[in-house]
C-alpha cells in the first residue's frame, strides 16, 4: 500500500491510500502511537464532503480517520463492489493500525462496509442505521429518481444506485434487491447499533426519511449475541444524529467504546 498526500482547506491529515483492492480517501488525525485507540469510520452514500469531520474535534486522544464511502465525495473507486471495498480497508487497517485498538463507525451504508471488516486489529463496532436489503428502502427510491433526473450529468450517481442500490430510473423505474446480509456473517466482536425512532414501514408521506432498518433487519440484529441496541430520540429518523439529542446519544457511544479501547487494548473485544 502507498499513500499519497492530498491538498485540502482544513488542517488534518489528508491521505489517498492506494491498496491491491483501489484509492481509499481519508481525512482525521493519525499518530504513530500504537497505545492510542483508532476510530475509523465511513459515511453513506451522497454524504456532504466534510461528514464525520467533526469526530476528529471530540476525540483528540485517538487516532481518528474518516473516509467517505468510496465513489463519493469527490472520491473515485475502481468499484462499488461491497466485498471489494471491504478488503480495501481491511488492508488499510492492516498497515496502518497493525496492533492497535481499532473501534469502528458505520453511518447508513457505510455500515455495509464497516461490519463487514474481519482485521483482528478490530475491537468493537458501531452501525448507525445498518440495512442490508435495498428493495425494501422505498424513501430512497424517491431520492435517487429526484436526483439522478435533476443531475444526467452526473454518470457516477446513476452507476452508484444501480451497483449498491439496484435502482435503475425512470422510464423503466425498477428497485431491484441488493442483498447484503452476508456482511453480518462472521463478526466476532461486539456490535452498538443505533437506530432511528420512526419505521421505515410503511410506504407512507412522511416529511423526512423514517429508519432504513427494516423490522426484518432489526430482528437479524436483535438475535444476534454481541450486538446491543440503541434507540435514538423520539420521530428520529434515518440521520439520528440530526438534532442535539440524537447527536449526544452518538457521541457518548463512541466515547465508552474508545475509552475501553484505551484501557484494554485488544482485549476490548
Known sequence: MTAAAAVYARSMNHLILTTSHGSLYVVGQIYTDK?????LAM????????????????????SVVVAPFPGMGGTLTPTFDVGALTRMVDEVI??????????????????????????????????????FRTAPLWPLQRTMREFIL???????????AKALFGYTPPPAESMADRDYRYVTDGIFAPVDVILADRPLEPVRELSGWPSFTSVEDRETL??????????????????????????????????????????????TS
Open 94 to 131: 492492516g498497515t496502518l493500525f497493525r496492533d492497535a485498538a481499532v473501534v469502528t463507525y458505520g453511518v447508513s451504508a457505510g455500515c455495509l462496509v464497516t461490519l463487514g471488516l474481519r482485521s483482528p486489529e478490530i475491537v468493537r463496532h458501531i452501525a448507525a442505521e445498518p440495512f
Open 222 to 267: 436483535a438475535a444476534n449475541p454481541l450486538v446491543t441496541i440503541h434507540h435514538g430520540p423520539p420521530d428520529s429518523g434515518h440521520w439520528v444524529d440530526a438534532t442535539p439529542a440524537g447527536k449526544a446519544l452518538v457521541r457518548k457511544i463512541l466515547n465508552q467504546s474508545l475509552q475501553a479501547a484505551a484501557q484494554n487494548g485488544r482485549q
Open 35 to 39: 497505545r492510542r485507540p483508532v476510530l
Open 43 to 62: 459515511g453513506g452514500a451522497w454524504t456532504p464532503n466534510d461528514f464525520l469531520h467533526e469526530l476528529v474535534d471530540w476525540f483528540p486522544g485517538a
Open 150 to 160: 435533476a443531475r444526467p450529468d452526473l454518470v457516477g450517481g446513476a452507476l452508484a
